[in-house]
Structures are given as structure tokens and as C-alpha cells.
């Protein structure tokens, strides 16, 4: 008996120790992970310093008028209130100069993506806390799941390739803030799950998804699934209606007034109009800019910008909007009265546009090494994995309600991002294998493997990005600072009204530079007409110029100006291919 004893006390001893390892490795895996992720987010934001995508002029000019209280400019049916805070803030503080406000918004950036890995942590903490007991109550089945530190590996991998490759630092828009409150909403989740089902937790989810509506507007219609799953964790309807009115009350203290503020402004009741906006763009054709109504059967604009002067078109739209550039700072303004229309063909086309993206998404050389690895160890326990992985389908389905929120409309990578390392970690913890030796050695080997691929290419990318940057003296970016800085030197001073001729093709007009000038943009001829403009004659394009003087503009810049278009009497600014041309008034 005594040495039976004896016998019993090694083993126990043994796990004992092997469990302390293994909690001691995972320990400094989670940390080197984290100073990884740091790191290379920190890189992205440094080569991203001066990118800045068009929405995210829209944005610093919100966050202006937040700052300034200039709340009817400020509340805008289009881009959601919470990214534009921290970019109004910190710009109040510093005061940038011309050259450090766009590296400023970087840094803004870069803070948002510490917060998001700190709720990425989080969800990780949960879920290996829910794999840990999940695999405890099927011991006695003889298997075996992936370890802490693999989970850890994959889990990191995941999230640095999503944030990094999929939604990328240089993206000045708030999917990373986003993600931040997807992460959070996941992990209350996994907690109801473990057995923390009071009404508290749900009254803090509710809370998360309002604040996540905040960050961006499609929070909202997945609000009651998420809030359904956690029922469905809680024990089904079982005090349904104390934990669902909880969840509801914390959606209304965080989303609710910015909504009633939102439908006062609007004279109607709206959560938003990014829905209604992205259909009648990527599904209906209607074009962003200066709709003038011309299909009636997408309605009438009530307000739309005005059209003061024909062949070549030119657009005016001084006010009411207080922006850099009023036509793309609230779109949901200039399309009051516009209505969507179910078309079929249209539907199907943006239906197999999307499904290009999604298609195009799930076959990155980073997910297929995820699905690779993850068939694999499904083949080897395929009995076990399988009754475990029907038994937890609650979470995916979550990701997957999301991606079938953006199918029928318009997807991009960024949307997709958050959603899924929640899929892909999700299958990974609910895997089991039979007990042996061969079995511990693969699900260590694929774990590390697939981890060490995704992260080894994005960290290919992002040092390839780092060392780019060096050369960024000569890209777009340089040229609005040199154009805001020509402007500045030509007498046209901050806050004053120019109008604008577009020659790039792209359908978007870059206006970096007026926002780094600080002037307003009130009066363009779109890139569709500025060919008009380039062959008319010298009679025809006084009359357009005098258009233009005629809004209150102090000046005219062209954009992008071919080499073959002349344009006597205006300046270039610097070697770029923008010219000015001072206005006088009548």
C-alpha cells in the first residue's frame, strides 16, 4: 500500500509540475505575442503616418465639431460619432501643424489598436477558461484538446493578420474601433456561457452593443442575436425577460441619445442612414455625387447640392454644412427624399460582387493555412470534434449573421475582420482528439505551424511597408501637404471658401490638402465635366470662372491636371500637377 501510495504521489507530483510549465509557457508565449502585436502595429502606423483615406477628412472635421459644439454639424446620418472623438480631442490638444496632423490621426490609430488587442485579450482569457472547463467535463471520453499556448499562438495570429492585413493601420476609418466592442461583446458572451447568467451581465452587454453602435452603425440590427445567444447560454427563456430588458436598457443609455439627438437633427426617426445610402450606391448605381434626382423612381432630393452652371456642370454647396468637403461629410443631407428600389438584376449583381470579396477573403494564404490545419486535426478526431462542434455553433453563427448583413450590400475586407478570429478560434478550442502520443505531437506541430506562417507573413508585410516608407517623400501624401503649404503661401488663409476643378479619375476627389489648409471647399467641377472645362474655349471658360466667383470663392484649384491641358494664367504650385487661380469677386 505504501508504495502504491508512493506511486500515486509521483504522478500526481509530475502533473503537477507539467502543469506548472505549461502555465509558465503560456504565461511568457502571451507576453512575447503581445509585444509582437505591439510592435508591428507600431510599425504599420509609422509607414501609414501620412495616409488618409477620404472618409477620414469627413471624420476630423466631425470631430471638430464635436469638440466645438457645433452640434448640428456634428451629427451626421452617415459616419457613426465615436471614431471622430478621440481624432477632435487630440487635435484640440496638440494643434498640429500642417505636416503632423496626419501622422497625429495615426497615433490615434495606433492607441485604438492597443485597445483593440487589449479586448482581443480578454476574449482570449475567456475562451481558454471556457475551453479549459469544457475539456475537463469530457475527460473521461479519453481526449485531448489543443493546449493553452496553442490556443494563445493561433488566437494572436489571428487577431495581428485581421487587424493588420484585413482592416490595415492606414485605414483612417473606425472598423478597428469597431472590432474593439465585437471582441468585448464575444467575451460577455463566452462568460453567460460559463455560467455568469445574472442580469448584470446582460445589462453590460447591452451596454457594449450600444457603445459598438457608436463605432459603426451595423452593431445595432446584430444587437438582438447577440442578445439572443446569451439567452440561449443563460438556460433558454428562463428569466428571458429580466435579462433581455437588462440588455435593452444598456443599448438605450448608450445608443439612445445619440439617436434622439441624431432624429431631432434629421426631423424624422433614424438609427442612421449608411444602410439605406451604401444600397442605393453599390446596388441601385445612384451616383455619390450631385444626384440631381435624374431616375425618378429612386425619389426626389429635397436638398440636393446646386447646379449654377452647365457644360461643364458646376456644383455648388457652401451651405449648410460647416465641412472641408460639404458633399461627402454627410451624404444622408444631400440624399433627403432618395428611396431604394429592389431591382433584381441589380440585387444579383451586387449579390456576386460581394461573393467575389467574400471568396477572395477565405482563400488569403492566411486562412487557408487556418482551414488547412484545422480539417486536419478534424479528420484525426472527426467522432469527438464533430459532437463537440455541434453542441457549440452559437458563436460562428454570430460572424456568420454579420457577413449576411453585408452580403446583399456591399462587403470589403475591413467589414469581414472582426468576425473572424471569433469563427476560426471558436473551432480550433472545440476540437478533441483520441489520447496518444502521435495525437499530442500533431495538435502541438499545427498549432505552431499555422500560427508561425500567418505571423511570419504579416510580419513580412509589415516590415516590407517599413522599409516603403523611406520613400514616401515622393508619394500622393507629400503632395497635399506641398498643396495646402502653396496655398497657404499664396495669401489663400485658413477658413477662407475656394472652388475646385477635378481631374483624377478616381470617383472620389482627394482633398487632403484643403483639410491640412484648413479651407472649405464650396463650389467643383466633378472629374465627369473637367474635360468639358480643358476643350472649351477662352470666352466659355471665363464664364465657368465667373461662376465660381460669383459662390465667394478666393480661389480656384485644379487637380491633377493632365500634361496636355493648358491653363493660362494659373500658378502651379511647386513641380505637382495642381494649379490655382485667384478669384476676384464681381
Known amino acids: 500500500m505504501s508504495l502504491t501510495r508512493r506511486s500515486s504521489d509521483v504522478r500526481k507530483s509530475k502533473r503537477i509540475s507539467y502543469g506548472s510549465r505549461a502555465l509558465t509557457l503560456s504565461k511568457y508565449l502571451r507576453l512575447l505575442l ?11 502606423s509609422w509607414a501609414s503616418r501620412y495616409s488618409l483615406n477620404p472618409m477620414g477628412v469627413s471624420y476630423l472635421d466631425m470631430g471638430d465639431a464635436f469638440v ?34 496626419f501622422p497625429l490621426v495615426h497615433f490615434a490609430n495606433f492607441l485604438i489598436y ?33 493546449p493553452e499556448w496553442g490556443m494563445m499562438a493561433l488566437g494572436y495570429a489571428v487577431f495581428i ?29 463566452l462568460r453567460i456561457r460559463r455560467g455568469l447568467r445574472d442580469w448584470p451581465s446582460f445589462l453590460l452587454l447591452g451596454l457594449i452593443l450600444g457603445v459598438g453602435y457608436l463605432a459603426k452603425n451595423p452593431m445595432l440590427p446584430l444587437a438582438p442575436l447577440f442578445i439572443l445567444v446569451g439567452l440561449v447560454f443563460a438556460g433558454g427563456l428562463r428569466k428571458a425577460g429580466v435579462r433581455s430588458a437588462a440588455a435593452m436598457l444598456g443599448i438605450f443609455l448608450t445608443a439612445g441619445p445619440f439617436t434622439i439627438a ?41 436638398h440636393p447640392t446646386r447646379r449654377i452652371f452647365e457644360n461643364p456642370s458646376v456644383y455648388e454647396f457652401g451651405s449648410p454644412l460647416n465641412a472641408t468637403y460639404p458633399p461627402w461629410y454627410d451624404p444622408s443631407y444631400w440624399f433627403e427624399g432618395a428611396t431604394t428600389q429592389f431591382d433584381l438584376s441589380q440585387q444579383v449583381t451586387a449579390l456576386r460582387r460581394n461573393l467575389a470579396t467574400y471568396r477572395e477573403i477565405f482563400t488569403y494564404r492566411s486562412n487557408l493555412a487556418l482551414l488547412g490545419g484545422f480539417l486536419l486535426l478534424l479528420c484525426i478526431g472527426r467522432r469527438n470534434s464533430l459532437r463537440n462542434l455541434l453542441s457549440e455553433w452559437w458563436l460562428p453563427i454570430l460572424s456568420f ?54 505571423i511570419l507573413a504579416q510580419t513580412t508585410r509589415s516590415l516590407s511597408s517599413f522599409r516603403s516608407a523611406f520613400a514616401a517623400r515622393h508619394q500622393a501624401e507629400f503632395v497635399q501637404l506641398q498643396v495646402a503649404d502653396g496655398l497657404n503661401r499664396m495669401g489663400i488663409q485658413p477658413g477662407q471658401p475656394v472652388g475646385t476643378i477635378n481631374f483624377d479619375s478616381f470617383w472620389l476627389a482627394v482633398v487632403h490638402w484643403a483639410r491640412l489648409a484648413h479651407v ?28 465660381f466667383a460669383k459662390t465667394g470663392a478666393t480661389a480656384l484649384v485644379a487637380e491633377h491636371v493632365p500634361r496636355n491641358v493648358t491653363l493660362p494664367g494659373w500658378e502651379q504650385i511647386g513641380d505637382t500637377d495642381y494649379y490655382v487661380l485667384k478669384l476676384k469677386l464681381p
Open 34 to 44: 503581445l509585444v509582437l502585436a505591439a510592435a508591428l502595429g507600431a510599425l504599420d
Open 68 to 101: 466645438r459644439r457645433d452640434w448640428q454639424t456634428a451629427l451626421n446620418g452617415l459616419w457613426s460619432p465615436l471614431y471622430s472623438l478621440p481624432l477632435g480631442l487630440l487635435v484640440r490638444v496638440f494643434r498640429p501643424s500642417p505636416s503632423t496632423e
Open 114 to 146: 492597443l485597445t483593440a488587442l487589449f479586448a482581443f485579450t480578454l476574449f482570449m482569457r475567456e475562451l481558454v477558461r471556457w475551453q479549459n472547463e469544457n475539456r475537463d467535463s469530457v475527460s473521461e471520453q479519453r481526449t485531448i484538446a489543443l
Open 161 to 189: 493578420w485581421c487587424s493588420l492585413g484585413l482592416i490595415k493601420m492606414a485605414t483612417t476609418a473606425p472598423d478597428l474601433l469597431f472590432s474593439v466592442f465585437v471582441y468585448l461583446a464575444f467575451a460577455v458572451l
Open 262 to 302: 441624431l432624429s431631432a437633427s434629421k426631423h424624422r426617426f433614424t438609427f442612421g442612414d449608411s444602410g439605406k445610402l451604401n444600397y442605393l450606391w453599390h446596388v441601385n448605381r445612384v451616383p455619390a455625387f450631385h444626384w440631381q434626382g435624374e431616375e425618378a423612381r429612386y425619389g426626389t432630393p429635397k
Open 401 to 454: 449573421a454579420a457577413f449576411v448583413l453585408y452580403l446583399p450590400v456591399h462587403v470589403e475586407p475591413r467589414y469581414a475582420a472582426p468576425f473572424i478570429p471569433p469563427i476560426w478560434l471558436t473551432l480550433f478550442a472545440a476540437l478533441r482528439l483520441p489520447v496518444s502520443e502521435s495525437s499530442k505531437k500533431l495538435i502541438k506541430y499545427v498549432a505552431l505551424i499555422t500560427a508561425t506562417l500567418i
Open 520 to 547: 472649405h471647399i464650396i463650389a467643383e467641377i466633378p472629374n465627369t465635366d473637367s474635360n468639358t472645362f480643358a476643350t472649351a474655349d477662352e470666352s466659355r471658360r471665363r464664364q465657368v470662372i465667373e461662376a
